[in-house]
């Protein structure tokens, strides 16, 4: 996808160091806004569906370990499914921004729901978390700007850049998520074992709906190129 067929391809300049490179993708603002959105908009991957959906599902929702278990992992059935088709739509529409700006949306959304929302259906839920996950997988797209709204000799290292961000991010979140629900834990022990409430998952859960809102927000501020390619890829699809 980020080198479709009629893409001119420009060979890297070896003259070019790592330390220019770094320094040429750091300059630019769009690589900080671009690291923005991604990050913020992947923290409910890793740091809801891959760690407190369990715990959240069991304690609201009185799932089973196995039922709970089952529901976090639609936001990675959703990722798989929706994935390839979000890429593809984008390249159709050459428009990478309106996509984000859609599924930020969605994502925020489904997730609103899914905490806060009075939902007594299992099924319900599974579903939910399922269109939450396909809705996440649009994240994807910053790499393909990551790429795009820099040189062609430095994409490499703005796709390192853009990682790094997210990944610092995804640690991030949990560890606030987890300091939240400690700070509003009202004392209650089983077992030796904390026990927070319902009302602590949502107030902790926060977190999540403010990335979105953050992610959507800088959203706008991406400045998304030209595509020379998108002409001739719309041509020969047509």
């Given amino acids: 996808r980020n080198e479709p067929a009629g893409m001119k391809h420009h060979d890297p300049q070896p003259k070019n160091s790592f330390g220019k490179n770094f320094k040429s993708v750091c300059k630019n603002p769009q690589t900080w806004i671009n690291g923005v959105v991604c990050m913020m908009f992947y923290t409910a991957t890793v740091g809801y ?3 407190w959906a369990i715990p959240f599902l069991k304690n609201v929702h009185h799932m089973s370990n196995e039922e709970a278990s089952f529901a976090a ?11 390839p088709i979000i890429g593809y739509v984008s390249d159709r529409l050459c428009n990478r ?3 984000l700006y859609i599924f930020t949306l969605l994502s925020l959304i489904f997730f609103s729901i899914i905490t806060y929302g009075n939902i007594s ?3 319900c839920i599974f579903i939910l978390i399922f269109l939450l996950g396909m809705s996440l997988s649009a994240q994807l797209l910053n790499y ?3 790429i795009e709204l820099n040189s062609p000799e430095t994409k490499g290292t703005a796709l390192a850049i853009t990682n790094c961000l997210v990944f610092i991010a995804g640690s991030a979140i949990q560890t606030l998520v987890g300091s939240l629900l400690d700070h509003n834990w009202t004392g209650e022990w089983v077992d030796h074992v904390r026990v927070y409430s319902p009302h602590n998952y949502r107030i902790a859960l ?3 709906p403010i990335t979105l809102v953050i992610a959507f927000v800088f959203t706008f501020f991406i400045k998304e190129k030209n595509k020379p390619w998108c002409k001739t890829y719309s041509t020969s699809s047509s």
């Fill in 97 to 99: 921004k309106i996509m």
């Fill in 73 to 83: 992992s639609m936001v990675y059935v959703g990722w798989i499914v929706a994935g």
């Fill in 121 to 123: 259906s299992d099924l």
């Fill in 206 to 208: 926060t977190a999540f």
């Fill in 49 to 51: 569906g891959g760690l």
């Fill in 144 to 146: 393909s700007l990551a």
